[in-house]
């Protein structure tokens, strides 16, 4: 199952669409053009770290854990600075988030705007999302299995009917130069909007 697949399931589709007053079909867009930059965003994170998956794990705890999942599912207004928090340490910088945003709005026909608005949540519900299963995973020998092979599955969306099938391929499009990680491919296109 994909994690777009797991996020409507639980709700995280409605919650988006109703809080920004769009569509499910709307939100589903958006949720699968703006994955790619998240999950490889995370991945970068988890290879960053000194202590690698338990490292993110860590990570994951002091942003929210898995509260900045059921703060998006409330029916209350979602914190976005939560989300923004995130953001800001998966991508480390705002011009990213805006790149990320941007190139989602040319593929998707949806408004930049909407997607930036859109971003700090479905961030919230993924490491949301990934805490949860990482707290389940802790009884587990590997604990750290638990969160390489969520993660490892949520970014293996190259599989035939995977996500990046599904959304043409985005996630191979956003990985220009084939390493397996579209993030550096963003930041890069980042810095050239800098200049």
């Keep these: 199952m994909q994690i777009t697949d797991v996020l409507a399931q639980m709700g995280g589709l409605q919650s988006i669409a109703r809080e920004l007053g769009v569509s499910e079909g709307q939100a589903a867009d958006g949720v699968e053009a703006l994955l790619p930059a998240i999950l490889g965003g995370f991945k970068k994170q988890a290879q960053s770290q000194p202590s690698g998956l338990d490292g993110l794990a860590g990570v994951l705890g002091q942003l929210g854990g898995g509260g900045?999942?059921?703060?998006?599912?409330?029916?209350?207004?979602?914190?976005?600075?939560?989300?923004?928090?995130?953001?800001?340490?998966?991508?480390?910088?705002?011009?990213?988030?805006?790149?990320?945003?941007?190139?989602?709005?040319?593929?998707?026909?949806?408004?930049?705007?909407?997607?930036?608005?859109?971003?700090?949540?479905?961030?919230?519900?993924?490491?949301?999302?990934?805490?949860?299963?990482?707290?389940?995973?802790?009884q587990a020998p590997s604990a750290s299995g638990g969160l390489g092979d969520l993660l490892g599955g949520l970014l293996g969306g190259a599989a035939p009917g995977g996500a990046a099938a599904r959304g043409g391929g985005l996630g191979a499009l956003l990985d220009m130069n084939g390493d397996g990680n579209a993030l550096d491919d963003i930041l890069r296109l980042a810095g050239k909007a800098m200049r």
């Excluded at 998966?90 to 705007?113: E, K, M, N």
């Design 68 to 138: 900045l999942l059921d703060n998006v599912l409330s029916p209350q207004p979602t914190d976005v600075s939560r989300g923004n928090d995130v953001l800001g340490q998966i991508f480390g910088s705002r011009d990213v988030s805006r790149t990320v945003a941007a190139d989602a709005a040319s593929r998707t026909g949806l408004d930049p705007s909407l997607l930036k608005q859109m971003l700090p949540m479905l961030a919230m519900l993924v490491a949301g999302f990934m805490a949860k299963q990482q707290g389940g995973a802790a």
